[in-house]
């Protein structure tokens, strides 16, 4: 049974950071991709699958970006604890969001994502004013 859990979530100034974590349980870790995505509010009634891709990184540690968070934002992981990150910086109020890792296999670079998804968090809510 594959676990993701979220934290790290929070509300912050424009201009302030924030670090989100998911950690993994049930799989493999480092043998999968893994990945942060994230919903506006309103967007809620959507399908998680359709929500905006943020940034995603290989089992090679190969790491691929939306626009939207290129310069500002850095998606890590550590195989040992078995926990993804998401370091944001520079935060803007259009960052304000539901932000998920999602778990699963194949780097799409020019989509920034997860070429398929296995697994959801439940999320974490970033508040940016």
């Known amino acids: 049974h594959v676990q993701l859990v979220e934290s790290g979530g929070g509300s912050v100034q424009a201009g302030g950071s924030l670090r989100l974590s998911c950690a993994v349980s049930?799989?493999?870790?480092?043998?999968?991709?893994m990945g942060w995505f994230r919903q506006a509010p309103g967007k809620e009634h959507e399908a998680l699958a359709a929500?905006?891709?943020?940034?995603?990184?290989?089992?090679?540690?190969?790491?691929t970006y939306a626009d939207s968070a290129k310069g500002r934002f850095t998606i890590s992981k550590d195989n040992a604890k078995n926990t993804l990150y998401l370091q944001m910086n520079s935060l803007k109020p259009e960052d304000t969001a539901m932000y998920y890792c999602?778990?699963?296999?194949?780097?799409?670079?020019?989509?920034?994502?997860?070429?398929?998804?296995?697994?959801w968090g439940d999320g974490t809510q970033v508040t940016v004013s």
């Open positions: 049930g799989l493999t870790y480092s043998t999968f991709c």
């Open positions: 929500s905006e891709a943020i940034a995603a990184i290989g089992n090679d540690g190969r790491t």
């Open positions: 999602a778990a699963g296999s194949g780097v799409d670079g020019a989509a920034a994502r997860c070429r398929a998804i296995y697994s």
